[in-house]
């Protein structure tokens, strides 16, 4: 009679699985919870203390590791020196171990880490020629069909022991995660960590996609396995169409933005980066302001804000096309109002954290995998330099921390151009500054007169200072460092504009 070994966390399913294994002959041994629910739903099954004897020790850290529990299922049935150790240790072979982990990440601490579980899987899936591993409640229907077929093939075997691993390595992922407190750049002690020499990911599918960027690629949305805090992961689809791998990537890129901002605050993404942003006095003003930013790009755009979404700013949407509305809230006569756009999205999400751990990002490359900091410094003018004999004003330094703020998101080269919290011109993406500068300033039009002007990198050239002086740009952040900072300086003297070094710079590639 072949056995079956059945412990697992989530019981979904687990009744129905089990009484189909014991309709085809299978004997069941169980733990714990597992052993409970079965007994209760009148299933036959035994206690894996009758395997060896020893019954659960150390207030159920040890159920499931015993010799004879292991060395029955790690033996190979066609090797008979395996076989003559199993009747050595009065052990007999299983032939399938069904077992899920506690989701650590959803109340991480030690005693919710699990041992037993682990090293079954793993065990189970190095031995799959010989025995059936099952990891997910979402295989069970078809483990049973295939045995009820006459078995599974090796490809089935290799599948199911792929997900086990896939399933230990994610576990061990959030574990790691967890001790190193909230993420893999943070550190034990709380000081400057190093790299660490191995970095496990733990990312579990939260969404499948249509496609990706174009239709011809596959995509999916995973979650970190153990992510800090709110995110847009947590966000709610009130209406709409599911959410695309474009949509995801400039709400997530609206949604940071917006969030840097304390005042009322509205921003606008197209294609990834940003083509309106605006404070205002509430989300309406801000809307209205970000839209008269560049009322020609929003077109089928993404727009986030900082306050919830209400009435009156739904009705400035007027019939303008977006693909996705999102803010920390959408009030009821908001909602009401939106129904008549069936296919907007509109996405309500919790506020960002404002204390929580620094965020990472990673990039694959070819082989490999980048990974750093995000780029979370704020803007403080205090500890900014003033290079030109003229100091701005008090309105053009909050403008140049406006700006400053904005550049990050944009592509480099970035240039933006804004004046009075509201952006009039936005260049990047370019493999030099004067272009973008050119394309930002022509946008502005006659707005950049009275505008300040914000660089995410340093000027080699004087060429977009002077660019920005024939526009009436009247004040310049920029990062410094440049062999030739004293020309641009100079440039921003002579046409009485005033210069500010920040000292760091803000490269989005």
Not at 93 to 103: D, I, R
Not at 293 to 317: Q, Y
């Amino acid at each position: 009679m072949p056995r079956a070994l059945l412990s697992v966390w989530d019981k979904a399913g687990i009744v129905p699985f089990a009484r189909g294994l014991q309709e085809l002959g299978w004997e069941l041994y169980s733990s714990g919870g597992t052993l409970q629910a079965l007994d209760e739903a009148g299933v036959t099954v035994h206690g894996v203390e009758d395997l060896g004897g020893f019954p659960a020790l150390l207030g159920g850290r040890v159920k499931t590791l015993q010799v004879q529990i292991h060395a029955a299922i790690l033996a190979r049935p066609d090797r008979p020196e395996d076989m003559e150790d199993l009747r050595r240790v009065g052990a007999e072979p299983f032939g399938l171990v069904a077992v899920n982990l506690y989701p650590f990440y959803q109340r991480p601490g030690i005693e919710t880490i699990d041992i037993g579980g682990v090293a079954l899987l793993r065990a189970a899936a190095k031995n799959h020629e010989h025995v059936v591993v099952v990891s997910r409640p979402a295989d069970y229907t078809g483990v049973l069909e295939g045995l009820r077929a006459g078995g599974l093939d090796l490809a089935e075997r290799r599948r199911l022991a792929l997900a086990a691993f896939r399933h230990t390595g994610t576990y061990d992922a959030a574990i790691a995660g967890w001790l190193a407190g909230g993420g893999p750049l943070a550190d034990l002690e709380g000081e400057e960590p190093d790299w660490p020499a191995e970095l496990p990911l733990g990312l579990v599918r939260a969404l499948p996609l249509r496609y990706g960027e174009n239709p011809h690629q596959r995509a999916a949305l995973y979650r970190d396995a153990l992510s800090g805090g709110p995110s847009l992961l947590e966000a709610k689809l009130l209406q709409g169409k599911a959410l695309s791998y474009n949509n995801l990537m400039d709400a997530d890129a609206a949604w940071d933005l917006a969030w840097r901002f304390v005042a009322p605050c509205a921003v606008a993404v197209k294609h990834g980066g940003p083509c309106g942003v605006a404070l205002g006095k509430d989300a309406a003003d801000a809307f209205a302001r970000a839209r008269a930013a560049d009322p020609v790009s929003i077109f089928g755009g993404i727009v986030a804000w900082n306050r919830p979404l209400d009435a009156t700013t739904v009705e400035l949407l007027g019939d303008l096309f977006l693909e996705v509305l999102i803010a920390p809230e959408v009030t009821p006569e908001a909602a009401s109002a939106l129904r008549r756009k069936k296919n907007l999205r509109v996405l309500s999400c919790p506020a960002p954290d404002p204390g929580r751990p620094l965020d990472w990002r990673i990039r694959r490359v070819s082989g490999g995998a980048l990974l750093q900091e995000e780029d979370r410094v704020p803007a403080d003018p205090a500890k900014w330099e003033v290079a030109t004999r003229r100091a701005p004003s008090a309105r053009e330094l909050e403008d140049l921390a406006f700006a400053w703020q904005v550049v990050r998101a944009v592509g480099s080269n970035a240039i933006v151009v804004a004046r009075d919290g509201q952006t009039v011109g936005v260049g990047g993406g370019q493999p030099n500054r004067i272009d973008p500068a050119r394309a930002a300033l022509a946008r502005a039009g006659e707005a950049a007169r009275g505008a300040v002007l914000a660089s995410d990198g340093f000027f080699p050239f004087p060429d977009v200072v002077q660019a920005a002086a024939e526009a009436g740009v009247v004040a310049v952040a920029q990062p410094g460092g440049a062999l030739r900072d004293a020309d641009s300086v100079a440039a921003a003297d002579a046409a009485g504009m005033a210069m500010v070094l920040t000292g760091f710079r803000h490269f989005r590639h």
